[in-house]
Protein backbone atom coordinates (compact mmCIF):
# COMPACT_ATOMS: atom_id res chain seq x y z
CA UNK A 1 0.00 0.00 0.00
CA UNK A 2 1.43 3.42 -1.21
CA UNK A 3 1.11 5.79 1.31
CA UNK A 4 2.62 10.09 1.37
CA UNK A 5 2.27 11.87 4.61
CA UNK A 6 3.01 15.63 4.73
CA UNK A 7 4.05 17.26 7.74
CA UNK A 8 5.39 20.59 8.79
CA UNK A 9 2.60 22.87 7.96
CA UNK A 10 1.15 25.84 9.80
CA UNK A 11 0.79 29.11 10.76
CA UNK A 12 3.75 31.45 10.01
CA UNK A 13 4.27 35.47 9.81
CA UNK A 14 5.11 36.81 6.12
CA UNK A 15 8.76 36.50 5.90
CA UNK A 16 9.49 33.59 7.49
CA UNK A 17 10.37 30.22 6.95
CA UNK A 18 8.71 27.04 6.81
CA UNK A 19 9.66 23.27 6.17
CA UNK A 20 7.59 20.75 4.44
CA UNK A 21 8.33 16.93 4.73
CA UNK A 22 6.71 14.20 2.79
CA UNK A 23 7.34 10.65 3.86
CA UNK A 24 6.99 7.97 1.16
CA UNK A 25 6.42 4.19 1.47
CA UNK A 26 5.31 1.66 -0.52
CA UNK A 27 6.79 2.71 -3.63
CA UNK A 28 10.69 2.60 -5.17
CA UNK A 29 10.89 5.74 -4.23
CA UNK A 30 14.66 6.53 -5.17
CA UNK A 31 13.65 6.04 -8.78
CA UNK A 32 10.60 8.14 -8.75
CA UNK A 33 10.39 11.83 -9.42
CA UNK A 34 8.92 14.17 -6.81
CA UNK A 35 6.84 16.52 -6.62
CA UNK A 36 5.34 19.54 -4.43
CA UNK A 37 1.83 20.97 -5.20
CA UNK A 38 -0.35 23.24 -3.66
CA UNK A 39 -4.37 24.14 -4.02
CA UNK A 40 -5.47 27.77 -2.06
CA UNK A 41 -9.00 28.22 -1.73
CA UNK A 42 -10.98 28.84 -4.68
CA UNK A 43 -8.09 28.03 -6.71
CA UNK A 44 -6.87 25.48 -9.04
CA UNK A 45 -3.96 22.87 -7.81
CA UNK A 46 -0.99 24.18 -9.12
CA UNK A 47 2.48 23.02 -9.38
CA UNK A 48 5.12 24.19 -6.84
CA UNK A 49 8.32 22.34 -7.58
CA UNK A 50 9.67 19.05 -9.19
CA UNK A 51 12.75 17.03 -8.29
CA UNK A 52 14.07 13.87 -10.30
CA UNK A 53 15.28 11.03 -9.51
CA UNK A 54 18.45 12.13 -10.09
CA UNK A 55 18.03 15.37 -8.01
CA UNK A 56 17.07 17.38 -10.90
CA UNK A 57 14.75 21.00 -9.79
CA UNK A 58 12.13 22.62 -11.35
CA UNK A 59 10.27 25.62 -9.57
CA UNK A 60 7.28 27.58 -10.22
CA UNK A 61 8.30 31.45 -10.98
CA UNK A 62 6.09 32.25 -8.16
CA UNK A 63 8.98 30.75 -6.02
CA UNK A 64 11.83 30.61 -7.71
CA UNK A 65 14.94 31.79 -5.15
CA UNK A 66 12.44 31.49 -1.83
CA UNK A 67 11.50 28.09 -2.03
CA UNK A 68 13.71 24.56 -2.35
CA UNK A 69 12.90 21.28 -3.16
CA UNK A 70 15.12 18.18 -1.83
CA UNK A 71 14.82 14.67 -1.40
CA UNK A 72 16.63 12.31 1.04
CA UNK A 73 16.66 8.73 -0.21
CA UNK A 74 17.83 6.98 2.55
CA UNK A 75 15.00 8.22 4.40
CA UNK A 76 12.48 8.09 1.37
CA UNK A 77 11.21 11.73 2.12
CA UNK A 78 11.36 14.69 -0.27
CA UNK A 79 11.25 18.17 1.74
CA UNK A 80 10.35 21.76 0.95
CA UNK A 81 12.22 24.83 2.87
CA UNK A 82 9.86 27.21 2.40
CA UNK A 83 11.67 30.91 2.62
CA UNK A 84 10.32 34.55 2.39
CA UNK A 85 7.00 33.39 2.60
CA UNK A 86 4.14 35.89 1.49
CA UNK A 87 0.43 35.55 1.87
CA UNK A 88 0.05 34.99 -1.17
CA UNK A 89 1.87 31.31 -0.31
CA UNK A 90 -1.59 29.86 1.84
CA UNK A 91 -2.15 27.16 0.45
CA UNK A 92 -2.50 23.68 1.09
CA UNK A 93 0.33 21.98 0.18
CA UNK A 94 0.51 18.34 -1.76
CA UNK A 95 2.95 16.15 -1.82
CA UNK A 96 3.05 13.67 -5.42
CA UNK A 97 5.40 10.92 -6.38
CA UNK A 98 5.04 10.51 -10.81
CA UNK A 99 5.54 7.09 -10.55
CA UNK A 100 2.42 5.81 -9.93
CA UNK A 101 0.68 9.11 -9.63
CA UNK A 102 0.17 9.22 -6.32
CA UNK A 103 -0.76 11.91 -4.08
CA UNK A 104 -0.59 12.83 0.11
CA UNK A 105 -3.33 13.94 2.11
CA UNK A 106 -1.99 17.70 2.43
CA UNK A 107 -0.55 20.36 4.69
CA UNK A 108 -1.89 23.43 5.48
CA UNK A 109 0.25 26.31 5.32
CA UNK A 110 -1.20 30.00 6.23
CA UNK A 111 1.26 32.94 6.01
CA UNK A 112 0.18 36.11 7.70
CA UNK A 113 1.05 39.35 6.91
Known amino acids: QVQLVESGGGLVQAGGSLRLSCAASGIIFSISAMGWYRQAPGKRRELVAT???????TYADSVKGRFTISRDNGKNTVYLQMNTVKPEDTAVYYCNARMGGYWGQGTQVTVSS
Open 51 to 57: ITSGGTT
